[in-house]
Structures are given as structure tokens and as C-alpha cells.
């Protein structure tokens, strides 16, 4: 069973930084893309990053591109994104996924398992 834990939410001010991270059990993981999703009251979930299963290709959403960096350590079975100079429009429920298929690229990443999501409140 899939299992995908976040941390590292929290309130920070705009410009500030977080680091969020996922811990991931159920699976190998090596061999599967990773990507963070977000979502607002009243707002469809959207994409953030994407790692590819082996770590050599991201993607990120416009709003995010140059400010988050996503990351994975295969060896802990961890995805990680590094938030830096955050604005207000990045608060949101954050959510930790995998891809239900192995091999999977980031440019094409869908989201297959979901974790339960940690909250990112940026205030001005």
C-alpha cells in the first residue's frame, strides 16, 4: 500500500522560505516520477513539480519556475521542494504525489497516489 507523509508546512512571510518534504513507503520508489500539486479553497488542485523517476529531468509550473526547486533522495525514498522567496499567492494546501506508472518522465507527469497534503500560509 502506497503510503506518502508531508512535512514542513508552516506559516512564513512573504520572501521567506520553506522546505517541504514527503516520505514515501509502499513501493520502490526509484523507479517512479514524483510531483507536488497544490490547491485553494474553491480552486481545482494544481501542478507544481515533477521529478522524473531517475532524477535527471524536472518541470515546474510557470509560477513557480526560478523560486521552487524539487528534489529527490531515492536511497530514503524522499521527494523534497525547496520554496524560496515566497509570495502570498503560493499559500495552499500542498500535496505529495506519485506516479502510478514506473519509468515516468516530469514533462508529462500524472499523478497517480496522493498524500494528505500540509498547508503553506505565506502572509504580506
Known amino acids: 500500500q502506497v503510503q506518502l507523509v508531508e512535512s514542513g508546512g508552516g506559516l512564513v512571510q512573504a520572501g521567506g522560505s520553506l522546505r517541504l518534504s514527503c516520505a514515501a513507503s509502499?513501493?520502490?520508489?526509484?523507479?517512479?516520477?514524483m510531483g507536488w500539486f497544490r490547491q485553494t479553497p474553491g480552486k481545482e488542485r494544481e501542478f507544481v513539480a515533477a521529478?522524473?523517476?531517475?532524477?535527471?529531468?524536472?518541470a515546474y509550473a510557470d509560477s513557480v519556475k526560478g523560486r521552487f526547486t524539487i528534489s529527490r533522495d531515492n536511497a530514503k525514498n524522499t521527494v523534497n521542494l525547496q520554496m524560496n522567496n515566497l509570495r502570498p499567492e503560493d499559500t495552499a494546501v500542498y500535496y505529495c504525489?506519485?506516479?502510478?506508472?514506473?519509468?515516468?518522465?516530469?514533462?508529462?507527469?500524472?499523478?497517480?497516489?496522493w498524500g494528505q497534503g500540509t498547508q503553506v500560509t505565506v502572509y504580506s
Open positions: 509502499g513501493r520502490t520508489f526509484s523507479n517512479y516520477a
Open positions: 521529478i522524473s523517476w531517475g532524477g535527471s529531468s524536472r
Open positions: 504525489t506519485v506516479d502510478s506508472a514506473r519509468f515516468g518522465g516530469a514533462a508529462t507527469y500524472t499523478a497517480g497516489y
